[in-house]
Nanobody
Framework: QVQLVESGGGLVQAGGSLRLSCAASGSILSFNVMGWYRQAPGKQRELVASITHSGSTAYADSVKGRFTISRDSSSNTVYLQMNSLKFEDTAVYYC?????????WGQGTQVTVSS
């Protein structure tokens, strides 16, 4: 059973930065794609950023230029560096990992940006 554990969330002022971490219980290179999603109150969960097995990255338009997804295969950890945070980035952020036949979610970490 794969486990994903997020950390790094918290309260930050607008314009500040946070780095989220997602530690996987197995090799992250065994997944086709890993990504960060977020869900704000009353809204649907949305994809923020993703990184494929080959290292290709993709971002939601709302975070391009401000967020960076990266990985460290030696520690089986995926990161989300979030800069120039805005009030509207406030949400619970979830780590996701997909294989060809299944997908996994972490428990989420709260990010709150004060205006």
């Amino acid at each position: 059973q794969v486990q994903l554990v997020e950390s790094g969330g918290g309260l930050v002022q607008a314009g500040g930065s946070l780095r989220l971490s997602c530690a996987a219980s197995g090799s992250i290179l065994s997944f086709n794609v890993m990504g960060w999603y977020r869900q704000a109150p009353g809204k649907q969960r949305e994809l923020v950023a993703s990184i494929t097995h080959s290292g290709s990255t993709a971002y939601a338009d709302s975070v391009k230029g401000r967020f960076t997804i990266s990985r460290d295969s030696s520690s089986n950890t995926v990161y989300l560096q979030m800069n120039s945070l805005k009030f509207e980035d406030t949400a619970v952020y979830y780590c996701n990992a997909k294989t060809q036949i299944w997908y996994y979610w972490g428990q989420g970490t709260q990010v709150t940006v004060s205006s």
